[in-house]
């Protein structure tokens, strides 16, 4: 970019930094360099002097000096062969459940990880590269779903959307529903349950478990529960209402219980108890169904209230139980 330019702030992009604006636009613009310019008057804001933290406001004009080794987002997309996949854009686009113009919801199959970590190169946020608009804005995660976790994932589509989302999951007004095979039958069959939850490092990796009264750093924890159906007293299908949103809150406090996930790696801590043949050893936690508060109901679409088919492995075991998915349905979940 050789020459000044002058560029308007969008209204999705109200509030924002100016070095979160400028990573946006100019994702090869350094840190150190965007202070070089800023200290030296290069770059303004409405002709005035700003800082780095300046929150800018919907319709001020962004004087940008020229910059060199800084590519604009629609270039960068061009020279960067991860930035644009088109095979992650296909295989994502056969998941979606939902798509509007602040808002994709997903149906995220087994196995499939929402972030990159430690041996994960192929993940859901990597993906929404293929998705990243000329103006630099990529899609965003809203909230997790584990790996081996299948259903119903958010992923708002602006930043307004995003922070809408992210305020309806702090102050509790979305509703999750999430259906699990769990070893055993809870009794009662019907409850709540209430704990504190620490995260500890093992050698298998991070996992969760409960707290003793009064542990420093614990997370308070709440599930509601109910059993749907039963396979004799073996095997139950349970609706899980999680009031918050711990890690591993479900797997853990299924355990806690006594009635663990079939197929969790990490909780299922039965010995000697195998699965009934024909059951595949994947972990049975599906987000079945959400509900939230659309982040632009002027599009005419108050409530999202979106539900997920069921995995094929979950499915599966479904069918050899003679679980009826519609004993599962319910029009409870309003606002």
Known sequence: MNAVQMKKVDVDEADMRLDRWFKAHFP???FGQLQKLIRSGQIRVEGGRVKTSTRLLAGQMVRVPPITGAAAPDQALGQSKAAWREDDATFLRSLILHDDKHVMVLNKPFGLAVQGGSGINRHVDGMLEAFRDRKGQKPRLVHRLDRDTTGVM???KTRSAAKA???SFRHRDTRKTYWAVVKGVPRPNEGRISTHLLKESTDDGDRMRIARHGEPDADHAVTNYRVIEKAGDRLSWLELKPVT???HQLRIHTQYIGTPIIGDPKYFDIENWELPNGIQ????LHAQR???PHPAPHLGIPVLD???PLSPH???TFNLLGFDEENGMSDEEEF
């Open 28 to 30: 090869g613009l350094g």
């Open 154 to 156: 958010l992923i708002a």
């Open 165 to 167: 989302m992210a305020e």
């Open 245 to 247: 949103g711990r890690t």
């Open 281 to 284: 050893k994947r972990l049975h």
């Open 290 to 292: 959400i509900v939230i």
């Open 306 to 308: 979106i539900s997920a």
């Open 314 to 316: 979950i499915k599966q």
